[in-house]
């Protein structure tokens, strides 16, 4: 799953919004368990790029609601 910055979260639309949140949650759940299950991951830096992609996004659901 590609990485999204702020710009690219604001010109989604709040269905797409969503999907994105769900497919990158369920990329980091896989992740987690390859962890727990004594695996490493090939990249841990990508652990954390999607810990910060789904804030992005989240912030950006959190805004619209706001207005």
Do not use: C
Request: charge should be positive; aromatic fraction near 2%.
């Amino acid at each position: 799953m590609a990485i999204l910055r702020a710009h690219d979260v604001s010109q989604l639309t709040d269905v797409e919004l969503q999907e994105q949140m769900g497919k990158l949650r369920m990329e980091l759940v896989q992740h987690y368990g390859k962890v727990s299950a004594g695996g490493a991951t090939e990249n841990p830096g990508h652990i954390r790029e999607l810990r910060r992609t789904i804030a992005r996004l989240m912030t950006e659901k959190n805004r619209r609601s706001r207005v």
